[in-house]
């Protein structure tokens, strides 16, 4: 199925609505930038101030600015929704992945801090690397088989560590 195109149309009126709508449509997808927050402003100011001087293009004007800035917010809340189930998601992989390394009973704010606690764990050497690149180091040691080593020092920190049981 096509969209509707102006040619399709018999009447010249509905061709110019076609038209019109859609440039309603494209002015309205434009980003709500400075410049279209100064003329939504000045639009405002000039509805208080001369009431008289007040036309219905204006009116338009002013509703499709406004309906910019409701978009804009919105898509912004969107973004920040979205970002927020991808951090957290990411953060539930991280947690499943490292379990087995970690243990259940770990919590972190992040998904870098799993797996860096996770690589650490393991002896892996992350001096210099970004926190962004912790989970492909981490999937590359967890293909190649490796075990993860305890450090010898936490022995030390635990001596009766060897008579708890897990269930």
Known sequence: MSLLQPDDLDDPR???????????????????D????????????????????WTEADEKRLKMLDQRRIL??????MDISKNAVR???????AEADTKNILGPDIAFDTAESYYGTALQC???????VHPSGYRAIFEAHRRSG??????????????????????
């Open 14 to 32: 509905d061709r110019a609505m076609l038209k019109q709508i859609r440039e309603e449509d494209q002015e309205k997808a434009k980003p709500f």
């Open 34 to 53: 400075d410049k279209a927050r100064e003329e939504l402003f000045l639009l405002e100011k000039r509805k208080r101030e001369f009431p008289g001087q």
């Open 72 to 77: 804009s917010h919105m898509e912004g809340a």
């Open 87 to 93: 951090r957290l998601n990411a953060i539930r992989q």
């Open 122 to 128: 393991m002896n892996v050497d992350t001096t210099g």
């Open 146 to 167: 490796r075990r993860p080593v305890m450090d010898a020092r936490a022995v030390g920190k635990f001596p009766e560590a060897d008579r708890i049981r897990q269930l």
